[in-house]
């Protein structure tokens, strides 16, 4: 046998490179480093998307399989934890002190719940056919994002990261939402703070590998 040859990750992850989610969770491992195995799932095509079924019967990404430890972790969020507690890295992205890491969690929920999903309402809408779209939901959807535009604003006028000075969880959420909503709801020099963290985390070579992955399905993405 080679002595170079590599032994198996032992994690995988069911992903796709354009999806924002997906997005969060690679920032995590890139970060640290984290040896994984990509498993990129095209749902459009019928036997991928059952296969991935039989894994996450909800089908949702992205989706962690840990072979050593035989879990399935779904939701970025969840696995981000789960990567903090068992594959810990250079970048603590989940603060030791329970208030501090508190704080983060607050603010990854923040941008999960008031600006990603705010921003996939308005994606998933002109995704949908003509007579099936819903205009007044993608209204209140983009004064969601505007709103959280406001206040991220506020924030990050004393701010490099969203927590304070450091990377964490928090800006693992913050970029792909941002990134996204900037398409979907262009930000203005009435945000000029959240243009500029959006240009540091675009910068960060975590996120800066991500998006070059993601480059060649760009054209999907119905901006």
Same mark, same amino acid.
């Given at each position: 046998?080679? +002595?170079? $040859?590599?032994?198996?990750?032992?994690?995988?992850?069911?992903?796709? #490179? &354009?999806?924002?989610?997906?997005?969060?969770?690679?920032?995590?491992?890139?970060?640290?480093? *984290?040896?994984?195995? #990509?498993?990129? %799932?095209?749902?459009?095509?019928?036997?991928?998307?059952?296969?991935?079924?039989?894994?996450?019967?909800?089908?949702?990404?992205?989706?962690?399989? @840990?072979?050593?430890?035989?879990?399935?972790?779904? !939701?970025?969020?969840?696995?981000? !934890?789960? &990567?903090?507690?068992?594959?810990?890295?250079? +970048?603590?992205?989940?603060?030791? @002190?329970?208030?501090?890491?508190?704080?983060?969690?607050?603010?990854?929920?923040?941008? @999960?719940?008031?600006?990603?999903?705010? /921003?996939?309402?308005? %994606?998933?809408?002109?995704?949908?056919?003509?007579? $099936?779209?819903?205009?007044?939901?993608?209204?209140?959807?983009?004064?969601?994002?505007?709103?959280?535009?406001?206040?991220?604003?506020?924030?990050?006028? +004393?701010?490099?990261?969203?927590?304070? !000075?450091?990377? +964490? &969880?928090?800006?693992?959420?913050?970029?792909?939402?941002?990134?996204?909503?900037?398409?979907?709801?262009?930000? *203005?020099?009435?945000?000029?703070? %959240?243009?500029?963290?959006?240009?540091?985390? !675009?910068?960060? #070579?975590?996120?800066?590998?991500?998006?070059?992955?993601?480059?060649?399905?760009?054209? /999907?993405? #119905?901006?």
């Amino acid at each position: 046998m080679s +002595t170079n $040859s590599q032994p198996a990750a032992k994690l995988k992850l069911y992903l796709h #490179p &354009l999806s924002s989610y997906c997005h969060k969770t690679l920032i995590a491992l890139y970060e640290n480093g *984290t040896p994984f195995e #990509p498993h990129i %799932v095209d749902l459009g095509n019928p036997a991928q998307r059952a296969a991935f079924q039989k894994i996450w019967p909800i089908g949702k990404f992205p989706v962690l399989r @840990d072979e050593a430890r035989n879990q399935t972790i779904p !939701e970025s969020t969840i696995i981000i !934890e789960y &990567l903090a507690q068992h594959y810990p890295g250079r +970048t603590r992205l989940i603060p030791a @002190d329970p208030d501090a890491a508190r704080e983060i969690r607050a603010r990854d929920r923040f941008f @999960d719940l008031h600006l990603h999903d705010a /921003m996939q309402k308005i %994606v998933g809408d002109r995704l949908r056919p003509e007579g $099936s779209k819903d205009p007044l939901g993608v209204e209140q959807a983009q004064q969601r994002v505007l709103l959280a535009y406001e206040m991220i604003d506020r924030d990050m006028a +004393t701010r490099t990261w969203a927590g304070g !000075e450091t990377f +964490t &969880l928090a800006d693992c959420a913050a970029a792909p939402a941002l990134f996204y909503s900037n398409k979907v709801v262009p930000l *203005t020099a009435a945000h000029k703070n %959240v243009s500029a963290y959006l240009r540091r985390l !675009e910068q960060r #070579p975590s996120y800066a590998r991500a998006l070059q992955e993601a480059q060649p399905y760009f054209a /999907m993405f #119905p901006a």
